[in-house]
RNA sequence: GGGGGCGUAGCGCAGGUCGGCAGCGCGUCUGCUUUGGGAGCAGAAGGUCGGAGGUUCAAAUCCUCUCGCCCCCA
């Protein structure tokens, strides 16, 4: 009955136990959020879908700022022979680049590349301005979009065309580009498990998965309910790869040339991906309360006798909520029932609905319903305002230790290749294993498990004594091993 | 890189083997009755069957070419 109850309140979306991508993919439609476009690769973000990610692109871009850093924009096109001067980077990005050979009638003489990222024109850029010592630390930060001609797509996942935030820094020494980066990796992981109650792991890539003309990557890695890891999040340590082929330099206090240290970081749309997949049941998307558009939706519950009553009493209820800083909606559409209104809402994700009849009006209280627990209560009409910011913190705190105890019950340790490649038959989530530290053993288990290194834990952990979990060989480290997105 | 599926009304699809009036469900619109977990009745609108060419008295259907999209596996 429970169960029946249950499958009762939402059509048209796969269960998640039956077709995880394939509820994936409802979910998004059905909430909303986006839609394919007419363009192979892409996506149009709907407008319910930009909410979220203008609610979470202004929460980062505060932190961003705090930190010290500030907003510009560079050129969406990059002349090809810029993008060819460091050549990992070239060779790391070439097959997904997107070219501009024609402008109008003309043929160009240079191709123009659609940017897969801007190392290229911001280091042309910091060239030619980085003069002195003085000039340095430069802190720079764009919200761009980016094209990647990817040959499988995913929407908010991986699509051609996507929303990022790109940070590129230049640092007088090796230390401060260091910290520099490690920094933004600590605001991304706070980012995220404040605002988008997401728990993360932070960490170091291996050479393998390594950005193109890094140094380091550092990277934030979540967990998804299907076991296989996301990356949310980037932070690299460029050293004076870029610097040096871009010849960025700079007159030290020495009275010497040299060459700075720089950095980038980026997170993308794939947030959203992140958000829906960690968050969402079988009722659709549950939106942490930071993020979500509409944080308090009042339903009026109308009778014909009552009806005017109740609407305006729905009225006065949403505006005071607004007042009271919360993202409130009065939903008086009178073409759908309130059943109706009560699993759309769900769908979409509201944290809070408030329910308002004429049996709530008669006893002073309005009817709330949680959305991650569905939990209902008859809060006292005068005191709704006060319950409704209290609650929305609560669901986000309770949506975050949820989050973090999955997290926490899918990290599996194994110190043997047995069982280390027996757990890699299914999707077991983070496996903690020793590895010897070298490329090709990682490369094997990547064929054989389909599981890739996520990480290296920034203080690594010693795992001399043991044997890899791979080769058998001698063991380094312990790695964070994933089936990966 | 390999494999598979699809293109017909806004959305989801049937029809295709066997050529013969362009269909169904949902949605939309109008009206009335309704409204505490996806309402009911009555009526209405909506089409270049992805595109081009061919066969035929006749093509969504058969043939050739072509464009596009999606999914799965590595």
Known sequence: MEEQDEKKFVKDICRRDVDFSQWYIDVIR??????????????VIRPYGYAIWELLRDALDERIKATGHENAYFPLLI???????????????????????????EVLEERLALRPTSEAIICQMYAKWIRSWRDLPVLINQWANIVRWEKVTRLFLRTTEFLWQEGHTAHRTDDEAREEALKILELYGDFMNEILAIPVYKGVKTDRERFPGALQTYTVEALMPDGRALQTGTSHNLGQHFAKVFDITYLEEDNKLHYVWQTSWGVTTRLIGALIMVHGDDAGLKLPPRVAPVQAVVVPITFEKTKEDVLAKAHALADELEVAGLRAKLDDRDEYKPGWKFNEWELRGAPLRLELGPKDVEKGVVTAVRRDTREKTAVPRDKIAAWAKDTLEAIQGDMLAAASAYLKENTKTVDNHDDFYLLFEGRPGFVRAPWCGETPCEDQIADETGATIRFIPLEPEDARGKDCAGCGGKAKVWAYFAKAY
């Open 79 to 105: 002349p090809e022979s810029f993008l060819a001067k460091e050549a990992e980077h070239t060779e790391g990005f070439t097959p997904q680049v997107a070219w501009v050979t024609q402008g109008g009638t």
């Open 30 to 43: 059905k909430a909303e959020l986006a839609d394919y476009a007419p363009v192979r690769g892409c996506m």
